[in-house]
């Protein structure tokens, strides 16, 4: 099993929908959680933390289950320039401050007229 | 501004070279790492170091070596036994990983 699991998608939404990404995880003492985001050719940049109450950042929900190590990402109202990849991101470092991320596969989102 | 400076952008390696990418950041971060994404597929780690003169071997270390003689520097030069180094490089830098990451803008390396 791998230790980050994404469905890769592509997901194609028209502007204005809502749409939402899943993503698992199988390390049970993983600490930090985040949802990077990765346009065509260019380097991955920090979209959101994933906090265990769950957060919103404007049209974008991210939410985490510990339980059953589940993380999801929600993206209201659409925009064109929402087209990306959006990776699913978690800490191995089993509590420790360092350590490494580990990525997921990446979801590809494309939002069309 | 604080950040990290990947170069080259881009680079041409011919069969059997040594090349050295190059990764600077001034945001003051204890750790950095080097990754590295081929078309379609996500990161992975290739070496990562928490300190400086401390490094570790990531997941694909193989071909590789890195150096971390100043908190700043964390270059990463692929050798000749890296047999498929054509990708994109991406270094990045942590303060703690709970606060995520900081990438560079990548090197994308071909071999000629």
């Known amino acids: 099993r791998k230790e980050v699991e994404q469905d890769p998608g592509p997901f194609n939404v028209p502007e204005g929908a809502t749409v939402a990404f899943n993503c698992t995880y199988s390390?049970?003492?993983?600490?930090?959680f985040f949802w990077y985001r990765q346009d065509c050719r260019k380097e991955p940049k920090l979209l959101m933390s994933?906090?265990?109450s769950g957060n919103e950042d404007g049209r974008f929900t991210a939410q985490l289950n510990r339980a059953s190590q589940y993380i999801s990402l929600l993206i209201r109202d659409s925009k064109l320039s929402d087209s990306a990849t959006y990776l699913c991101?978690?800490?191995?470092?089993?509590?420790?401050?360092?350590?490494?991320?580990?990525f997921g596969q990446g979801t590809i989102l494309t939002v069309h007229p | 501004d604080g950040g990290i400076t990947q170069s080259p952008k881009y680079l041409f390696r011919k069969e059997g070279q040594n090349v050295t990418l190059s990764c600077e950041q001034n945001?003051?971060?204890?750790?950095m790492y080097w990754y590295r994404q081929d078309p379609g597929q996500g990161l992975r780690l290739i070496y990562y170091?928490?300190?400086?003169?401390?490094?570790q071997k990531g997941d694909i270390a193989e071909g590789y070596s890195v150096s971390r003689e100043k908190k700043e520097s964390f270059p990463l030069t692929v050798t000749s036994a890296q047999k498929n180094p054509t990708a994109f490089y991406l270094c990045?830098?942590?303060?703690?990983?709970?606060?995520?990451?900081?990438f560079g803008s990548g090197t994308r390396l071909t071999v000629v």
């Open positions: 990045a830098s942590s303060i703690r990983t709970s606060y995520g990451y900081t």
């Open positions: 390390n049970s003492a993983s600490q930090s």
């Open positions: 994933v906090y265990s």
């Open positions: 991101v978690v800490n191995n470092a089993g509590g420790t401050s360092y350590g490494k991320l580990t």
């Open positions: 945001l003051n971060h204890d750790a």
């Open positions: 170091s928490q300190i400086v003169n401390d490094f």
